[in-house]
């Protein structure tokens, strides 16, 4: 017991830096805010489709609703029906036995909708690729607007990839 408290003292706190604020200024984000509101005509709500991945995606998505990143004070909001969903953020590469539910998914989530593949897997397939248990990536299935890479991206990214479909929206443009 000794040798671990001893082992803890000499190491000290080692944790990650502090992320960079992305951007404090209070006037950028009531342009976010104004920014969403034009477009949609209401708060952004996401509805997020585990399609097949490992979780550590969702970990990252956890990550955004935490005080650091205040999703909620940009009037962005998670929600549990696709009826009720002007986005949707899917995560993983396609399994065969998503496959038919994310279409569903996809064609309840009213018009004009926004869909985000969040991760490698759900841009590219990662490493699952296309085979027999899986259709690959997202874009397979239903169409994309913005993909988000990284393996798992970090939520920094995450909500770029949200503003950027919605800016992206306004201008009627693809993303990549």
């Not at 404090?24 to 104004?34: E, F, G, N």
């Not at 609703?65 to 002007?86: C, M, Q, T, W």
């Amino acid at each position: 017991m000794w040798h671990i408290l001893k082992q803890i003292v000499r190491t000290g706190i080692v944790t990650e830096p502090v992320p960079q604020p992305l951007e404090s200024d209070p006037v950028v984000i009531q342009r976010l805010q104004a920014e969403i509101l034009d477009i949609l005509g209401q708060a952004l709500t996401i509805r997020h489709v585990d399609a097949g991945s490992c979780n550590g995606c969702e970990l990252e998505i956890q990550a955004l609703n935490n005080p650091y990143y205040n999703l909620e004070g940009l009037g962005i909001k998670f929600v549990a029906s696709p009826r009720h969903a002007d986005m949707l953020l899917v995560t993983g590469p396609v399994s065969r036995h998503m496959e038919e539910a994310l279409r569903r998914t996809y064609v309840a989530t009213p018009d004009p909708k926004l869909v985000v593949a969040l991760g490698d897997c759900a841009c590219t397939g990662g490493i699952f690729g296309e085979g027999y248990a899986t259709c690959g990536k997202v874009e397979n299935v239903i169409a994309v607007d913005v993909t988000v890479p990284g393996c798992p991206p970090p939520p920094v990214d995450i909500l770029r990839g949200i503003l950027s479909a919605v800016a992206r929206r306004r201008t009627g443009s693809k993303a990549r």
